[in-house]
């Protein structure tokens, strides 16, 4: 099976087309996932495509979402036999240590049901477009198998500990960030603080960044950040998964005091992309260019909650400043 998986916002290329149809998500998940009930061998969850009986103390857990879910797994306690991920050799905010033993694959990799088989795996717990992208049905026959529905970092968070029986340690981890949020737009004045958020992909193809779901520009969201330009104001811009993409010559939109790039250097070809970018002249004249107010981010840095907590003390040095 071909498996055209990475994450729609790391892919670039000729890949992107396909990957704004396949990564479209609803605005809000199916149904919210929930335990429903807990016997001696397994807890009923209920979840998108049904209810799912998972072991107790699950020993093989093959993850599909990624360095977020990955990361959220480890946070928990719990060591994958194997996980997908953007870069398998580049894998951020996660030590060797940590990997050690993961079997790790590429998303946009050819994977086989029969290669996920061989892990012999008593759990499969995914987000809803990687076990889609499979097939539910597929996946429940090898193991049970769970969709994780979550929309943003702190909700996957919330459903991956549900699934492990830790739904109200989770919760309170997601009100204790949310607290640190609070604190750190306190301190940056963040009501203030105009921001343009971009990403320069291989071609010279400009991504404007204007909301959510991506962890990046959702956290300048939930700050109080104003993303500049305001899409509400603004004609012309198709908006999807929260950006738009431009091109050169409407690069005078990034009017912010603060520019913010989310690139990676794991892509191959971005970082000449970026550097014809900055050559052009529109780019020199920016007021934030000028000003030497331009910050570059990771944008595939911060995977899964712990990743949440790194970006927020990242944006409090940038902005603070």
Request: glycine share 8%.
């Amino acid at each position: 099976m071909n498996m055209l998986l990475r994450r729609c916002w790391a892919c670039p290329g000729l890949l992107l087309l396909i990957l704004l149809a396949a990564c479209a998500a609803p605005s809000q998940p199916a149904m919210p996932l929930m335990e429903v009930g807990t016997t001696v061998e397994h807890r009923l969850i209920r979840h998108i495509f049904g209810e799912t009986q998972v072991p107790l103390d699950p020993q093989r857990v093959l993850a599909l979402g990624e360095e977020s879910l990955l990361a959220d797994l480890l946070d928990a306690g719990v060591r994958p036999v194997a996980s997908n991920v953007n870069v398998p050799e580049h894998v951020p905010l996660l030590s060797a240590d940590e990997l050690n033993g993961i079997a790790l694959f590429a998303s946009a990799g050819e994977t086989s049901l029969e290669a996920l088989s061989a892990y012999q795996p008593d759990l499969i717990i995914g987000t809803r477009f990687f076990v889609e992208q499979f097939g539910y049905r597929r996946l429940s026959a090898i193991a049970p198998t769970v969709a994780l529905g979550g929309l943003t970092p702190a909700a996957q968070y919330v459903e991956t500990l549900t699934v492990l029986g830790r739904a109200e340690a989770a919760q309170r981890e997601v009100n204790a960030l949310r607290a640190e949020i609070q604190a750190v737009a306190a301190r940056i004045a963040a009501a203030e603080q105009q921001v343009s958020v971009v990403t320069v992909y291989p071609g010279a193809s400009v991504a404007l960044w204007v909301d959510g779901p991506t962890p990046i520009p959702l956290l300048l969201r939930e700050l109080g950040v104003q993303l500049r330009p305001d899409p509400a104001t603004t004609e012309g811009l198709s908006i999807r998964n929260g950006r738009a993409f431009i091109s050169l010559e409407r690069l005078p939109l990034l009017d912010g005091a603060t520019i913010i790039l989310l690139q990676s250097s794991a892509v191959e070809g971005e970082e000449s992309a970026l550097a014809e970018v900055r050559a052009n002249p529109l780019w020199q004249q920016l007021p934030a260019v000028q000003a030497g107010r331009v910050i570059t981010l990771d944008r595939l840095g911060y995977p899964g909650l712990r990743g949440q907590r790194a970006l927020l003390a990242d944006l409090r040095r940038a902005l603070e400043a």
